[in-house]
């Protein structure tokens, strides 16, 4: 068995509300002890950046360009998660030693796995030089090379967890910026695939309608009526025809069809879209699942829990049911493959990426 490794994760993903910081000691298999976690919150100002960002990143077919102010904005992106590493490393009073190691997600500004290509704004070397620690980053690159989306890469950990469910087969959801589900199988057999948008379009609506960033419990939701009409023509997107697997660009869906809507109208319809996609889902398991556990922002939606809930026949639980944390499960996720990394164990295989075969991946940078 391998020594375990003091491992930090570091995820910002689709999603521009946080840095999210976790602590693990793990072998990347089936030691994996979580020790701490914290969330670091975007200002404003921050997050107007990584919109630029996005709209500057919109035309890029080089996945190592950084064109204009795109350079700029990584280095900001960098120090930033190299703070947030400094102010968790102190809080937490973790030691340097030599096998300590950065998970480095970085900010996905462009994900085309149609076109072989997915951008992630984030300096691993200068992260390494900045915390004196290793980093691994890049971690979807090889996958996409071998022929895989590059997405979802939380899968491995998600098998990781599967113990703590009391029946499988289960469905792990995560519903951040966009969705994505894994199913385990009874044999910890894996598939997994992007569901739909997520909290995107809610949370882009709740704030051009509120001028709050997010529906809180979804109290807009559930004070409007989802119109029919514009519900299905969202659920008739080609993206919900195509076998997985497949992964979705947190820009792949608009709000187009509920312009015109009223606020809260227009809200309990995009909650219903993405409680349907994701109930949907099972559909592609040959094993439907017993049990629902929901990680990300998503699960604090109370209205679109319901509404998930509504819809499947079997328990739709966050992820604090079975004793993980649902807002640290995906930077807890990028720890622990950073050890895979260094073990050269994989990271995808073609039931969650379509990769060709199974693979590992990521950049490791040395400390200075």
């Known amino acids: 068995m391998a020594n375990p490794v003091n491992a930090i994760g570091l995820m910002s993903g689709t999603s521009m509300d946080a840095i999210d910081v976790a602590w693990m000691v793990t072998d990347g298999e089936r030691q994996a002890e979580v020790h701490g976690f914290e969330s670091f919150p975007y200002s404003p100002a921050q997050r107007e950046?990584?919109?630029?960002?996005?709209?500057?990143?919109?035309?890029?077919?080089?996945?190592?360009?950084?064109?204009?102010?795109?350079?700029?904005?990584?280095?900001?992106?960098?120090?930033?998660?190299?703070?947030?590493?400094?102010?968790?490393?102190?809080?937490?009073?973790?030691?340097?030693?030599?096998?300590?190691?950065?998970?480095?997600?970085?900010?996905?500004?462009?994900?085309?796995?149609?076109?072989?290509?997915?951008?992630?704004?984030?300096?691993?070397?200068?992260?390494?030089?900045?915390?004196?620690?290793?980093?691994?980053?890049?971690?979807?690159?090889?996958?996409?090379?071998?022929?895989?989306?590059?997405?979802?890469?939380?899968?491995?950990?998600?098998?990781?967890?599967?113990?703590?469910?009391?029946?499988?087969?289960?469905?792990?959801?995560?519903?951040?910026?966009?969705?994505?589900?894994?199913?385990?199988?009874?044999?910890?057999?894996?598939?997994?695939?992007?569901?739909?948008?997520?909290?995107?379009?809610?949370?882009?609506?709740?704030?051009?309608?509120?001028?709050?960033?997010?529906?809180?419990?979804?109290?807009?939701?559930?004070?409007?009526?989802?119109?029919?009409?514009?519900?299905?023509?969202?659920?008739?997107?080609?993206?919900?025809?195509?076998?997985?697997?497949?992964?979705?660009?947190?820009?792949?869906?608009?709000?187009?069809?509920?312009?015109?809507?009223?606020g809260a109208d227009g809200s309990a319809t995009l909650a219903w879209f993405t409680a349907h996609s994701i109930a949907d889902a099972a559909t592609w398991s040959n094993q439907p699942p017993k049990y629902w556990v929901i990680c990300g922002g998503g699960r604090k939606n109370r209205f679109l829990m319901e509404s998930l809930a509504s819809l499947v026949d079997a328990p739709v639980v966050p992820a604090e049911a079975i004793g993980v944390d649902g807002d640290a499960i995906e930077a807890e996720a990028w720890a622990y493959l950073a050890v895979r990394c260094l073990r050269g164990l994989p990271l995808t295989w073609p039931t969650t990426t379509g990769v060709r075969e199974p693979v590992s991946g990521g950049v490791v940078f040395e400390a200075a």
């Open 49 to 262: 950046m990584l919109t630029e960002a996005m709209k500057l990143a919109a035309g890029l077919t080089d996945r190592t360009a950084r064109p204009g102010k795109l350079a700029q904005i990584e280095h900001d992106l960098t120090r930033w998660h190299a703070d947030a590493v400094d102010s968790f490393r102190e809080k937490h009073r973790i030691t340097d030693s030599d096998d300590s190691i950065i998970g480095f997600h970085g900010q996905t500004v462009l994900h085309r796995p149609e076109s072989g290509l997915t951008v992630q704004l984030g300096d691993g070397q200068l992260l390494a030089k900045l915390t004196g620690l290793r980093v691994v980053a890049d971690m979807r690159a090889n996958d996409m090379a071998h022929g895989g989306q590059g997405a979802p890469l939380a899968p491995a950990y998600h098998a990781a967890l599967a113990h703590k469910v009391p029946e499988q087969p289960v469905a792990f959801v995560n519903i951040g910026g966009v969705g994505n589900v894994t199913f385990v199988d009874e044999n910890g057999g894996l598939l997994a695939f992007d569901t739909g948008p997520g909290n995107a379009l809610m949370d882009d609506w709740c704030f051009g309608h509120t001028g709050k960033p997010v529906d809180i419990d979804g109290a807009l939701a559930r004070s409007g009526k989802a119109d029919d009409h514009a519900l299905a023509r969202m659920r008739a997107h080609a993206f919900f025809h195509e076998p997985p697997p497949k992964s979705l660009d947190r820009g792949s869906f608009t709000l187009d069809d509920v312009q015109g809507l009223k």
